[in-house]
């Protein structure tokens, strides 16, 4: 599991006083930046090497301005070319939100998916859980 | 069926040339302005009457800056609280992602879940397609 | 004058119920797109020939959801490699932000500032109020 | 001096590969949180104390993903209602954006600004280098 904090910010509430839904969606990319460092150890943007397939987030209470979140992230599933990354935050002890992306290795010259190597599924194994 | 159309901003764009995945989320939410003005139709602040349970977001073609995107919205379900919006995103023929939101009717001030009522309802039914 | 039509998103709002100071930002940036345009027509982001060396913004009254914002552009100063962009956010009738951006010719690939051509400098001079 | 961590986000970057100008606004908002803290200990959205007049900010160079950010933030000047609030964001050394905010007291519910007061002033004081 990959842990990271996040200090949300002022421009991430909206009118109803809480952080945004679509701001989780944001820091869960952000959050999975471990992750892209098994596919470019040197976030190498000229080789990116992934593409996002889908994203679902269940929102379960609301994230509040001013307390540290805590975004927890783990491969839920490994398939031939895409796995699932699974992901949490956490505020002051509850699970506000969960989501799923769905990332696919990816060669943005030919458009196409790629299955992924030995390694990568190796690497990504070691954060099941 | 509701339309909007959107201009991709710059600033929407990430590192690999396209709009970002959050992005698209973001749209949605603003797309379902017409939906929120069925609940409060002068877009009170103070009497916000929906909370987002979840969203859904696939990816289908990428999205680029240059070129107007029109966003489709339609209510999927209804229940006895909660509906969906089903929403895609499509630019110069081609549908690039399709998202679905749940919505409650939500009293921010008791914290609870509200019934439908039987105009919300009725509204809702005519933009079932 | 370039005349642009914004919708205030919900995600723009923040806690205060007006929309945060850092989306007016993002609002001017997005409504230079047809200034972009004198530079690169087709808007290619391969041969992006601007960057930004400065901004500012006055912020003059508060800017809401709910009501369509009107932004102006124009260029209110035109060096060698660089011009300056006045733009003014309205909302019912009232001038709500007024900013400026100074953006220079640039060469992305040499990282080196160019002296605008003479049709550029045409081009921006027919924008000039 | 104020100094806060900031990891820049994939969704933060733009199609020309670097940080897109308009997230550094974002950025300084975010780390003038401490600053908030003099104002409203509590971060008591319901009583928010203060808004922005102006920002304006200078590019020096461009930031990019996958270094960490560091913000510096100070009070550079102390009026009456207002105080002005200078910021840097350094990536690997060099200085990339400098950036001046003009933050005054302000009672949101008589839409008035307000003397700042004595032990304000004073905390404001202690940040001003």
Redesign the interface.
């Known amino acids: 599991m990959f842990t990271?904090m996040i200090?949300p910010?002022?421009?991430e509430?909206?009118?109803?006083?809480?952080i945004?839904?679509?701001?989780v969606?944001?820091w869960f990319?952000?959050c999975?930046?471990p992750i892209?460092q098994i596919f470019s150890p040197?976030?190498d943007?000229?080789r990116?090497p992934l593409?996002?397939?889908?994203?679902?987030?269940?929102?379960k209470a609301q994230l509040h301005?001013?307390d540290e979140v805590e975004v927890r992230s783990w491969i839920s599933r490994i398939g031939n070319s895409s796995f699932e990354v699974t992901q949490q935050a956490w505020q002051q002890g509850h699970c506000c939100a969960e989501g799923r992306a769905a990332l696919v290795r990816f060669d943005?010259q030919s458009q196409k998916a790629m299955p992924l190597s030995s390694e990568q599924r190796a690497a990504l194994e070691q954060h099941n859980q």
Chains 1, 2, 3, 4 share one sequence.
Not at 13 to 18: E, F, I, K, M, S
Not at 20 to 23: F, S
Not at 51 to 59: C, G, H, L, P, R
């Open positions: 990271e200090q910010r002022f421009s509430t909206d009118a109803l006083g809480h945004n839904n679509t701001v969606a944001v990319e952000a999975r930046t892209f040197e976030l943007l000229q990116w593409i996002v397939a889908s994203i679902a987030i269940d929102f301005y001013g943005y």
